[in-house]
Every structure is written in structure tokens, then in C-alpha cells.
T-cell receptor
Framework: EAGVVQSPRYKIIEKKQPVAFWCNPISGHNTLYWYLQNLGQGPELLIRYENEEAVDDSQLPKDRFSAERLKGVDSTLKIQPAELGDSAVYLC?????????????FGPGTRLTVL | GNSVTQMEGPVTLSEEAFLTINCTYTATGYPSLFWYVQYPGEGLQLLLKATKADDKGSNKGFEATYRKETTSFHLEKGSVQVSDSAVYFCALSDNGGSNYKLTFGKGTLLTVNP
């Protein structure tokens, strides 16, 4: 079974430029998460989707970040414009259904460097 | 709010040494507890979990016991291998309400030397 796929794996951009990350979850997983992982820190949730609905986006900086999950499968996370402080790893995860056990399956992440 | 505190790294051990990585948590309600591992260049993988007090999670020789009285979930392995070198994250999921997000500790880098 294929795991969570993310692209690109690495991205280098100049500040004020836009950038987008793509995620394809495990087939059949209804729940999709985007996490931000700063260097030396654990991941922090940005947004959670149940199918195509964003049910928790309280931690998403909506002035510059946006996300979508059309048709409840693939998802895109966008930053516009990027700032130096956005340099981090962006992780996508999925799970079959939301449950209290909440086992999540993570992709390899996209490492963003903003110059 | 929920929080997870992990032992500061890095931790460097020789092969076959005993490993302990401490993890304590603060949570409302009765969380589920997890250890995730991140090998170089890869995504996080679930290593083990425990969903209620006194449960012991185990996998690949690693163990952790959910201790409600001390709010701890320490990771242990009796004999580490070079291939265990990775970053280990302790995490919790609040089982109450509709908050299903994982709260992670900062991670502990483990290096095992031959």
C-alpha cells in the first residue's frame, strides 16, 4: 500500500514569493492533516480536513496561508506571500477515520527555505 | 492546554546499551499516548501507542507504559542497535470532545554508535 505522498520534497524561494505544497493521502483515508515542523521542534497542526471540509483551521495563519482539499482526496497548502519565518518542514498526514486512538500516517514532508 | 515534555537530546549510546527517553504530559481528560519515530529523510512513523492507564505499548523491542499517576510515558529499549538512530517524538491525543489533534514533544535525537 502506498504511503502519504508529498511534493515537492524541497523548495527554495525568495521572500514575498508564493509557494504551494501538494499532498496525496493514503487511499480511503477521509481525514487529512497539515502540520508545520520548525527545526528542533515537534510538528504543530495547521489544519485538519474531514473529507473536503476543513473542520479545524484555528492554527492556520489565514492572512497568508490557505488550503484546499477538492473532492476530499488530494490537498494543497499555499503560502502567499512567503516570509523568512516560514522556513520549516510542512508535513501532511492522513488517517482512515477520526477516532480517539487517532493513529496518523505521515508523509516525508516538504522542506521550505525562504531566502 | 495540552502539552508534552520530553527529555532533551541528543542522546548518544553504544550498540547494545539500554535506552530510556523520558516523556511527561499535561492533558485534560484521558489522552491516548504515542511514540513516533523519524528516521533521516523520512516522515514520522508510529512506533507504539497506549490508550488507557497502565497499558503497555510495544514494538520492535521498544516499550512504554501509560502511567496516569505520574503522567508519564517513558520509552525504553533493552539493547539498542545502530539502526535505531533517529528522532523520537512523544505525543498525545486528547480523547475528549472533538479535539483530535496530536500534541507533540520537541523530539529527542538518538545516535547509536557501533
Amino acid at each position: 500500500e502506498a504511503g502519504v505522498v508529498q511534493s515537492p520534497r524541497y523548495k527554495i524561494i525568495e521572500k514575498k514569493q508564493p509557494v504551494a505544497f501538494w499532498c496525496n493521502p493514503i487511499s480511503g483515508h477521509n481525514t487529512l492533516y497539515w502540520y508545520l515542523q520548525n527545526l528542533g521542534q515537534g510538528p504543530e497542526l495547521l489544519i485538519r480536513y474531514e473529507n473536503e471540509e476543513a473542520v479545524d483551521d484555528s492554527q492556520l495563519p489565514k492572512d497568508r496561508f490557505s488550503a484546499e482539499r477538492l473532492k476530499g482526496v488530494d490537498s494543497t497548502l499555499k503560502i502567499q506571500p512567503a516570509e523568512l519565518g516560514d522556513s520549516a518542514v510542512y508535513l501532511c498526514a492522513s488517517s482512515p477515520v477520526v477516532s480517539s486512538y487517532n493513529e496518523q500516517f505521515f508523509g516525508p514532508g516538504t522542506r521550505l527555505t525562504v531566502l | 492546554g495540552n502539552s508534552v515534555t520530553q527529555m532533551e537530546g541528543p542522546v548518544t549510546l553504544s550498540e547494545e546499551a539500554f535506552l530510556t527517553i523520558n516523556c511527561t504530559y499535561t492533558a485534560t481528560g484521558y489522552p491516548s499516548l504515542f511514540w513516533y519515530v523519524q528516521y533521516p529523510g523520512e516522515g514520522l512513523q508510529l512506533l507504539l501507542k497506549a490508550t488507557k492507564a497502565d497499558d503497555k505499548g510495544s514494538n520492535k523491542g521498544f516499550e512504554a507504559t501509560y502511567r496516569k499517576e505520574t503522567t508519564s510515558f517513558h520509552l525504553e529499549k533493552g539493547s539498542v542497535q545502530v539502526s535505531d538512530s533517529a528522532v523520537y517524538f512523544c505525543a498525545l491525543s486528547d480523547n475528549g470532545g472533538s479535539n483530535y489533534k496530536l500534541t507533540f514533544g520537541k523530539g529527542t535525537l538518538l545516535t547509536v554508535n557501533p
